[in-house]
């Protein structure tokens, strides 16, 4: 009887804490890539977020998930929604470079992307079908170094989960943005990647058309394509949305 | 008239409970053809991920077997200090978040962990992700199946001169059967079904760690794959339900019910 009253109790208290976070009024939802984790909450901390690979997004979104905003770690993700008329026609609102990352132990001993070539190396990388992995190998082929992909582990599902894996000392190595890298000071060492090899990492952002809040979500994307949006993404290491010219 | 009234508020209950888990079953099946469902199980997604999930749950059953069996004897025989705590110790992965027993199993396996060995990463580490998380089902019901045994039988097997040994394999073990072989089977079926684990701890590879249900996340993330983790589910439901029918056959004909009724399931704690 005793065990009954403290499973009610229980009920009660987590009831009594969701009310109490549905009193704020009505938010609008935004998918995004896994990538803007720490950086959209800067720029608006009102929206629901749902962060994720941009690829599991899109198909949520698809199969009718009630998000009022898209934003992708690509263009082709936004663009194929909008070309299903279920999104508005996608803009561009930043930009991100890819890198190499090492845990700070650095236990296979890697300090350049060709000692990735070494056998039994356990690298992560993102699944192709998620933005970072189909970069990932871009930027690979690129630099003829796609043998490197026999050292593959896992195929994770987004950016954040090779960031953790790596992290936590687990892999040896593994390709994320730039920006990802920044979230983890101390914990793993960066390699850059040279220019000339970089894919195109243009992220997207859309309203969806299902959504009931329309005017709130388009509030949304305007906010992140404002100065101050613009300013809290350059801050977290992002690039500019259009590429100065030199 | 208030009677009828109520009867028919619990049957409409009934019916809205039967129907709300009936629904995503049939949904599975029903999306597309069965046709088309079929031919997406020659895909090699499917049958790498079928040899990984085989290979993985069939080690992970050996190693349940080998050790929990001796390890839930232990815990049905003797009354100790302390066996309330073990007995919620075997039985915590069953309700803990796949997630957290994938942390755990980092923490304890990882190169960074308190084992320090190279286990993630491997087809191993899906084996021990296995082992993990449906170990529970298998000791739970092996403790009851071995509380169930009629002590007295055990007594007469050991003043009729044969050892603890040949009175546990030819007394205990045919007695408790029945409820070791269900346990086994609810066991297979959650192991098969292991997610959550098995990605933090193995991550997702295919043809080494990517399991059935790993293939069914990997594909609703392609565009395009949508039908065969379609088909990959429907599979899995099949099997599932396979095991579930086997249970409740194996139970049926459970002899350890019918030699001692009074003594059945007869526990002091747990």
Redesign the interface.
């Known amino acids: 009887m005793r065990i009954f009253a403290l499973l009610i109790a229980c009920l009660v208290a987590l009831a009594a804490a969701a009310t109490a976070a549905a009193r704020t009024r009505a938010t609008i939802t935004v998918y995004a890539a896994a990538s803007l984790t720490d950086v959209f909450p800067q720029i608006d901390s009102t929206p629901k977020y749902s962060f994720g690979?941009s690829?599991?997004l899109a198909?949520q979104i698809q199969l009718g998930a009630p998000a009022d905003v898209f934003a992708s770690a690509n263009t082709t993700l936004p663009q194929?929604l909008f070309q299903k008329g279920l999104c508005s026609q996608p803009v561009v609102f930043t930009r991100n470079t890819l890198v190499l990352i090492v845990p700070k132990?650095n236990?296979a001993g890697i300090h350049s992307v060709y000692d990735l070539t070494k056998s039994g190396i356990?690298l992560?990388v993102a699944?192709?079908?998620?933005p970072v992995g189909s970069y990932t190998r871009q930027i690979l082929k690129n630099m003829a170094l796609t043998s490197v992909l026999g050292n593959?582990?896992?195929?994770?599902?987004d950016v954040r989960e090779v960031l953790a894996?790596v992290a936590?000392?687990?892999?040896d190595a593994g390709f994320v943005y730039s920006t990802d890298a920044k979230t983890v000071p101390g914990q793993v060492t960066v390699l850059t990647m040279p220019a000339w090899a970089q894919p195109k990492v243009q992220y997207g952002i859309c309203v969806v058309k299902a959504s009931a809040n329309a005017t709130a979500a388009q509030a949304f994307v305007n906010e992140v394509m404002s100065k101050t949006g613009q300013a809290k993404l350059l801050a977290a290491g992002f690039l500019p949305r259009v590429k100065p010219k030199k | 008239m208030r009677r009828a009234l109520l009867a028919g508020l619990v049957f409409a209950a009934a019916f809205a409970a039967l129907a709300f888990l009936a629904l995503p079953i049939v949904a599975i099946f029903t999306h597309v053809s069965p046709g088309k469902l079929a031919s997406q199980l020659s895909n090699p997604v499917v049958t790498d991920a079928l040899v990984v999930s085989l290979k993985t749950t069939l080690v992970a059953q050996a190693l349940i077997l080998a050790l929990g069996t001796p390890a839930a004897y232990v815990l049905a025989g003797r009354r100790f200090r302390g066996r309330s705590v073990l007995v919620t110790l075997v039985e915590l992965p069953l309700v803990l978040p796949p997630a957290v027993a994938g942390i755990g199993l980092?923490v304890a396996f990882?190169?960074?962990g308190l084992l320090h060995t190279g286990l993630?990463?491997t087809q191993s580490a899906v084996t021990v992700a296995v082992a993990f998380v449906a170990s529970p089902l298998y000791m739970r019901q092996a403790i009851a199946a071995f509380e169930a045994v009629d002590p007295n039988l055990v007594a007469a097997s050991r003043t009729l001169g044969a050892g603890p040994v040949k009175t546990f394999f030819r007394v205990v073990l045919p007695l408790a059967r029945g409820g070791l072989a269900a346990g086994e089977a609810l066991a297979f079926a959650r192991g098969l079904g292991e997610f959550g684990a098995t990605?933090m701890f193995?991550?997702?590879?295919?043809g080494?760690?990517q399991t059935l249900p790993l293939a069914v996340?990997?594909e609703?993330?392609?565009?395009g794959?949508?039908t065969i983790a379609l088909a990959i589910s429907a599979l899995l439901v099949l099997v599932s339900a396979a095991l579930l029918i086997t249970i409740k056959l194996v139970l049926q004909w459970q002899p350890s019910r019918r030699t001692s009724p009074s003594r059945f399931a007869l526990s002091t704690s747990g």
């Open positions: 690979g690829n599991t198909a194929q132990s236990p356990k992560d699944a192709t079908a998620v593959v582990v896992s195929n994770e599902t894996k936590l000392g687990e892999a | 980092l990882g190169r960074v993630p990463f990605i193995a991550g997702s590879l295919r080494v760690t996340y990997a609703f993330n392609v565009a794959g949508f």
